[in-house]
């Protein structure tokens, strides 16, 4: 799916029946700007130099709860940051590759998707005032949903987001399926189980799906195999009922998504170098990095996390007048 080194696989596996019970420096080349935008609010195209760069292991998964940023760094760690001075803490961890990881701010916890298995990890121990930098994390509480598993062998998780307490988990591949549950501290209950037509058609691949609480509606990348072209499609969260679509500009590489302030979305070129940001259902503007992106997240209104192929860099977002 797209350039990218993760395609998506094409599936070859019969769906599931429905049942019913989200310190280098960088250049940036601008490649799109509505003129009529509004001034204020955020802006890609006015990001300032980082302020912080810490250098990483190759990976993708980035989320905050606007207080803590995490991100796997390598195969067995589990690193946070906290603003304004993003000092290093880490934890063990021994679960394999993390494909997502978001924020459940209805139980203060993270949640942390592997390709067969749910996990949360509750930061309530995190950085006391007695925590050292660079200091190992020994009491973090991670709880594993042992009933959250592949409907069978041949298909594995994707990615996953949060809409209060109902999470969604698409799997890999073409034809892409999502299944819903209702999540609680200990138990994890399927509630319903989405497949094509309904999530996407058996030739598009839904790579990335959030959950956007100021307008309580899920937004999907999906690429059409047939043509190799992406687009960002919001949908009703209750139902997946379409809303709304715009076609992305990306010439290759594979597209993950998040929230901005003020009802915008982030697409993230990963495995390219595009950022593209939307707001009121068209393009506002898009910058070009020479580096390879990975992701990307707004850590609440002050700050703006990217990482790349070899670190993490943490912009300030101008506050405007």
């Not at 195999?225 to 969260?237: G, S, V």
């Not at 139902?239 to 302030?261: K, R, T």
């Amino acid at each position: 799916m797209g350039g990218g080194s993760s395609s998506l696989p094409k599936s070859n596996h019969a769906l599931p029946p429905p049942i019913h019970v989200e310190e280098e420096k960088i250049t940036e080349k601008p490649i799109h700007q509505d003129s009529q935008e509004k001034t204020d609010g955020f802006r890609l195209n006015q990001l300032t130099e980082p302020t912080y760069i810490s250098h990483v292991k190759t990976g993708n998964t980035l989320c905050s709860n606007d207080h803590i940023l995490l991100f796997q760094d390598g195969s067995t760690t589990i690193e946070f940051r906290t603003p304004p001075k993003f000092q290093r803490a880490h934890t063990s961890w021994h679960n394999g590759l993390i494909r997502d990881s978001i924020w459940c701010s209805d139980l203060n916890v993270f949640i942390l998707l592997t390709k067969d298995a749910l996990f949360s990890l509750s930061p309530t121990s995190l950085f006391t005032t007695e925590t050292a930098q660079n200091k190992p994390l020994v009491d973090l509480k991670i709880h594993t949903y042992n009933k959250v598993k592949p409907y069978n062998n041949n298909v594995s998780f994707w990615r996953c987001t949060c809409a209060g307490t109902t999470l969604y988990i698409n799997y890999s591949g073409f034809g892409t399926v999502i299944d819903e549950y209702s999540l609680a501290a200990s138990s994890c209950k399927l509630i319903n189980r989405w497949i094509p037509p309904k999530t996407c058609a058996p030739y598009e691949g839904i790579w990335c799906i959030r959950y956007q609480q100021e307008t309580d509606q899920l937004g999907m990348a999906i690429m059409d195999a047939r043509n190799n072209q992406w687009r960002l499609e919001i949908r009703n969260r209750k139902d997946l009922a379409f809303l709304w679509q715009i076609v992305l500009p990306l010439g290759n590489g594979d597209c993950e998504i998040s929230i901005l302030p003020n009802r915008e979305w982030l697409a993230v070129n990963s495995c390219g170098i595009r950022l593209i940001q939307i707001a009121n259902q068209k393009l506002k503007t898009g910058v070009e990095y020479q580096r390879e992106l990975k992701n990307a997240i707004a850590i609440g209104n002050l700050y703006f996390a990217i990482r790349t192929k070899s670190a993490i860099e943490i912009h300030q977002i101008k506050q405007l007048k």
